[in-house]
């Protein structure tokens, strides 16, 4: 039977002449899982109204494949921009779930606007919600309903997602388990009956093994997003995932994988291995079970989990460290993190687990008590050997995998081959980093295979927020320490001889070639670019401290100390309940200049 137009919330307020008008020249029809309802570039050709199921919204991603925008629930329009436009469609939309839809073609919606202007203005709502969504964190481009999939008959997953829904039930949300069984007692499950689900919960556990079933399948189908969940001491059997089951969330690699720790297990795959036999995005370690990374977790489902974006900006840069001071004291954890160039190097000492002390010991250890770039050669590809840099990067982070890392990280480097930036998520920490920071004329480039040459991410992302976006759904702090005027003209009138500098600044101190360098690489990277893209953004005052001032740790860490306090007694959003959206209160700096 054809659904009526009277059955969706949108259209509630509408006059019911207009509505039985419009229920004979629309259309219902039912769009499986995964199947496209909308291509990007097509023209518009009618608006939709979701009336069960789920749909998602993709636009092309910078580096390939597409970058997730949002999901369309029940009772929304689709495609309504483009039509009000007339204008092609900026974004593909696909059926997450098997879905119910009716469409009104463009004159039936041009009578209904004209016939019910006040649904222009629901409209208009509606379309700035989501176009204000695309350069923040989104609720709406959040998953709902989980397929949580044991790898291995030996795991206890009922015990892991009543253990996530008792830390999210901590955090004010509601999460519902569902099993084979209530499939069984409900005779099979519907659309609809997800649609009633959603409404009540916050989020939706479906839990089963890999097997050959029937609700093993309806796991892949119906799921926004999968988990799963593998034993860090077994090998993943291939293949995982069955090729000839559609699955919208596989498709379009909306897929973790929670590596599970036992004590002192020993690891028979390698962090990368599972993440490729699960053709994952991302990997979570839990070591426990309620714990640490099961809080983690549960902020990751309820939406507040936070990340954390760290500029480069060489020796500006220490003020990342009073940064993380104090935000671990107004007690916001961080759970995801990354940056470039310096800013990549403090990250990843947070990454590693160090606590505030371990940081400042080891950042002065590397860097304030003698010179890493302190062996100068005569240059040819570089004004320094980099051996020092190597060295150091070995000693504090030795052999460790990005992958095995407690938080998730990412650096971001430039290569200058494919003239694009490169973001390391996987592979040896020190390598990453010191592709990170190696500014051209500076450090010699890291080669990467027969193709790829590896300079500092500063030179194309000195402020990777957008970086993080595509992989981290929560709120994001961003903390920029560049600045515009990085160089003063006054070190290279009448400059002295190689000799004399040394004779008046010593081998420990860089000369201006360094400053010139930095500041020829990183020209045409905007001062402003991703601060409004951070939910919340600090940026330290340090005028008069340049790039090359190493030696000036306590006052530059003090400075981001300071200015990350002021941020954070600033209405910030970030501990807000699941259910309202971070981009209701106002977050600074960041919110107003989005607003302009």
Same mark, same amino acid.
């Given at each position: 039977m054809?659904?009526?137009?009277?059955?969706?919330p949108f259209?509630k307020?509408?006059p019911?002449?207009v509505?039985?008008?419009m229920?004979?020249v629309? &259309?219902w029809f039912?769009?499986?899982?995964?199947?496209p309802?909308?291509?990007a570039?097509?023209?518009?050709d009618g608006?939709y109204?979701?009336?069960?199921?789920?749909?998602?919204v993709?636009?092309a991603?910078?580096?390939?494949?597409?970058? @997730?925008?949002?999901?369309?629930r029940?009772?929304?329009?689709v495609?309504e921009m483009?039509?009000i436009a007339?204008?092609?469609?900026s974004?593909?939309?696909?059926a997450?779930?098997?879905?119910?839809?009716l469409?009104?073609?463009?004159?039936?919606?041009?009578?209904?606007?004209h016939?019910?202007?006040?649904?222009m203005?629901a409209?208009?709502?509606?379309?700035?919600?989501?176009s204000?969504?695309?350069g923040r964190?989104?609720?709406?481009a959040d998953?709902?309903?989980y397929?949580?999939?044991?790898?291995s008959?030996?795991?206890?997953?009922?015990?892991r997602?009543?253990?996530?829904?008792a830390?999210?039930?901590?955090?004010?949300?509601?999460?519902? #388990?569902?099993?084979? &069984?209530?499939?069984?007692?409900?005779?099979?499950?519907?659309?609809?009956?997800?649609d009633?689900?959603?409404?009540d919960?916050?989020?939706v556990?479906?839990?089963?093994?890999?097997?050959?079933?029937?609700?093993?399948?309806?796991?892949?189908?119906q799921?926004?997003? #999968?988990?799963?969940?593998?034993?860090?001491?077994?090998?993943?059997?291939?293949? @995982?995932?069955?090729?000839?089951?559609?699955?919208?969330a596989?498709?379009?690699?909306l897929?973790?994988?929670?590596?599970?720790?036992?004590g002192?297990?020993?690891?028979?795959?390698?962090?990368?291995?599972?993440?490729?036999?699960?053709?994952?995005?991302r990997?979570?370690?839990?070591?426990?079970?309620d714990d640490? !990374?099961a809080?983690?977790?549960a902020?990751?489902?309820?939406?507040?989990?936070?990340?954390?974006?760290?500029?480069?900006?060489?020796?500006?840069?220490?003020a990342h460290?009073?940064?993380v001071?104090?935000?671990?004291?107004?007690?916001?954890p961080v !759970?995801?993190?990354?940056?470039?160039?310096?800013?990549?190097?403090?990250?990843?000492?947070?990454a590693?687990?160090w606590?505030?002390?371990?940081i400042?010991?080891?950042?002065?250890?590397?860097?304030?008590?003698?010179?890493?770039?302190g !062996?100068?050669v005569?240059?040819?590809?570089?004004?320094?050997?980099?051996r020092?840099?190597?060295?150091?990067?070995?000693?504090?982070?030795?052999?460790? @995998?990005? &992958?095995?890392?407690g938080?998730?990280?990412f650096?971001?480097?430039?290569?200058l081959?494919?003239?694009?930036i490169?973001?390391?998520?996987?592979g040896?920490?020190?390598?990453?980093l010191?592709?990170?920071?190696?500014?051209?004329?500076i @450090?010699?480039?890291?080669?990467?295979?027969?193709h790829g040459l590896?300079?500092?991410?500063?030179?194309?992302r000195?402020f990777?927020? !957008?970086?993080l976006?595509?992989?981290?759904?929560?709120?994001?702090?961003?903390?920029?320490?560049?600045?515009?005027d990085?160089?003063?003209?006054?070190?290279?009138?009448?400059p002295p001889?190689f000799?004399?500098?040394?004779?008046a600044?010593?081998?420990?101190s860089?000369?201006?070639?360094?400053?010139l360098?930095m500041?020829a690489?990183?020209?045409a990277?905007?001062?402003?670019?991703g601060r409004?893209?951070?939910?919340?953004?600090?940026?330290?005052?340090?005028a008069?401290?340049?790039?090359r001032?190493?030696?000036?740790?306590?006052?530059?860490?003090?400075?981001?100390?300071?200015?990350?306090?002021a941020?954070?007694?600033r209405?910030?959003g970030?501990?807000?309940?699941?259910?309202?959206?971070?981009?209701?209160?106002p977050?600074?700096p960041a919110?107003?200049?989005?607003? &302009?």
């Amino acid at each position: 039977m054809k659904p009526s137009l009277t059955e969706i919330p949108f259209l509630k307020d509408c006059p019911p002449d207009v509505l039985a008008a419009m229920d004979a020249v629309s &259309e219902w029809f039912s769009l499986p899982a995964g199947w496209p309802l909308i291509h990007a570039g097509e023209p518009p050709d009618g608006v939709y109204f979701l009336v069960s199921g789920s749909l998602a919204v993709f636009r092309a991603g910078d580096a390939g494949g597409e970058r @997730l925008l949002g999901y369309v629930r029940p009772g929304e329009p689709v495609g309504e921009m483009a039509m009000i436009a007339r204008e092609p469609h900026s974004s593909s939309v696909f059926a997450i779930r098997d879905s119910e839809l009716l469409k009104l073609s463009p004159s039936a919606f041009d009578l209904l606007v004209h016939a019910h202007p006040a649904m222009m203005e629901a409209m208009a709502r509606i379309m700035l919600t989501r176009s204000r969504a695309l350069g923040r964190s989104n609720p709406r481009a959040d998953p709902k309903v989980y397929a949580f999939i044991a790898t291995s008959p030996t795991i206890d997953l009922k015990l892991r997602a009543r253990t996530l829904q008792a830390a999210l039930k901590r955090l004010g949300a509601r999460a519902v #388990i569902v099993t084979e &069984e209530d499939e069984i007692t409900t005779e099979g499950l519907n659309s609809a009956w997800f649609d009633a689900l959603e409404q009540d919960n916050d989020a939706v556990f479906m839990v089963s093994p890999i097997a050959d079933t029937r609700w093993f399948r309806t796991c892949l189908r119906q799921a926004d997003r #999968i988990w799963f969940f593998a034993r860090a001491d077994a090998r993943p059997s291939l293949p @995982l995932l069955p090729q000839e089951e559609p699955s919208p969330a596989r498709r379009f690699k909306l897929i973790d994988v929670i590596l599970l720790h036992h004590g002192m297990d020993r690891q028979a795959a390698t962090t990368s291995e599972w993440r490729a036999a699960c053709e994952a995005m991302r990997l979570f370690h839990w070591r426990g079970v309620d714990d640490a !990374d099961a809080a983690r977790l549960a902020r990751i489902i309820a939406r507040r989990s936070i990340g954390l974006v760290l500029s480069g900006g060489g020796a500006r840069a220490y003020a990342h460290i009073g940064v993380v001071r104090a935000l671990r004291e107004a007690g916001l954890p961080v !759970d995801v993190i990354g940056g470039t160039s310096m800013g990549g190097i403090v990250a990843a000492c947070v990454a590693m687990g160090w606590n505030d002390n371990e940081i400042e010991f080891r950042i002065r250890k590397a860097f304030v008590e003698s010179n890493p770039l302190g !062996d100068y050669v005569l240059p040819v590809v570089g004004l320094v050997r980099g051996r020092r840099v190597e060295d150091r990067l070995k000693e504090h982070f030795g052999e460790t @995998l990005i &992958e095995d890392l407690g938080i998730p990280f990412f650096a971001v480097s430039t290569d200058l081959v494919a003239g694009d930036i490169r973001v390391h998520r996987g592979g040896l920490l020190r390598r990453a980093l010191r592709a990170s920071i190696s500014l051209p004329g500076i @450090l010699p480039p890291v080669v990467e295979g027969d193709h790829g040459l590896l300079v500092d991410g500063a030179v194309l992302r000195n402020f990777p927020v !957008d970086v993080l976006k595509d992989f981290h759904r929560g709120p994001i702090i961003g903390v920029d320490v560049a600045r515009k005027d990085t160089i003063d003209p006054a070190d290279f009138r009448d400059p002295p001889g190689f000799l004399g500098w040394v004779a008046a600044h010593g081998l420990q101190s860089a000369p201006p070639i360094a400053s010139l360098l930095m500041r020829a690489a990183t020209l045409a990277v905007d001062p402003w670019e991703g601060r409004s893209g951070a939910d919340l953004l600090i940026a330290p005052e340090m005028a008069d401290l340049d790039m090359r001032d190493w030696k000036r740790f306590d006052e530059t860490v003090a400075a981001g100390y300071e200015a990350a306090v002021a941020a954070l007694q600033r209405p910030h959003g970030l501990f807000q309940s699941p259910a309202q959206s971070a981009l209701e209160v106002p977050l600074g700096p960041a919110s107003l200049e989005a607003a &302009e």
